[in-house]
Antibody
């Protein structure tokens, strides 16, 4: 069974760094792109970027380029989304999703709250 | 970037009604279109992929059609459990794989 399991909710202060994770199982992790999607409170879905764990090829939406870093560790079948300096506006739910043609499989989401 | 224009933004309908949502792409995306259902506090659930293919386990009252730039999502007979927000998404190789703005569906 394909599963994407994300790390737990985080509460951070502005300026702090953060790395959240998405662990894939039940399939060949290096053979499918993993994308990240943001959903701010009460708002719609925003596609952030995507990584191919097989060779770490990474693409970003222009809206998120330079704001976050996407990475992957294929040895532990885990993709990451990280911030070097969080802002209050980064408060959101973040989802990972596997792209195999379409996005059939999604993680359960990680809620990130940034507040002083 | 490809822009996805979804309408309406909200919709109120009665149980048993036929419900239709449209999505228009700013350029040709062939049939690389998904439809998702999202309930509060939950991850999006894929209902339709490749514009018209029903995801495994999804009830047959859900359907999709279209190609190129114009797409339609239909619920043939609205059920109470269908109350949710629905999103289209293009997944052409041209990135980003943008979403529509969403349609909030309510029971009248």
């Amino acid at each position: 069974e394909v599963q994407l399991v994300q790390s737990g909710a985080e509460v951070k202060k502005p300026g702090e760094s953060l790395k959240i994770s998405c662990k894939g199982s039940g399939y060949s992790f290096t053979s499918y792109w993993i994308g990240w999607v943001r959903q701010m409170p009460g708002k719609g879905l925003e596609w952030m970027g995507i990584i191919y764990p097989g060779d770490s090829d990474t693409r970003y939406s222009p809206s998120f380029q330079g704001q976050v870093t996407i990475s992957a560790d294929k040895s532990i079948s885990t993709a990451y989304l990280q911030w070097s300096s969080l802002k209050a506006s980064d408060t959101a739910m973040y989802y990972c999703a596997r792209k195999g043609g379409s996005y059939h499989y999604w993680g359960q989401g990680t809620l990130v709250t940034v507040s002083s | 970037d490809i822009q996805m224009t979804q309408s309406p933004s909200s919709l109120s309908a009665s149980v048993g009604d036929r419900v239709t949502i449209t999505c228009q792409a700013s350029q040709d995306i062939s049939n690389y279109l998904n439809w998702y259902q999202q309930k509060p506090g939950k991850a999006p659930k894929l209902l339709i992929y490749d514009a018209s293919n029903l995801e495994t386990g999804v009830p047959s009252r859900f359907s999709g059609s279209g190609s190129g730039t114009d797409f339609t999502f239909t619920i043939s007979s609205l059920q109470p459990e269908d109350i949710a927000t629905y999103y289209c998404q293009q997944y052409d190789n041209l990135l980003p794989n943008t979403f529509g703005q969403g349609t909030r569906l309510e029971i009248k």
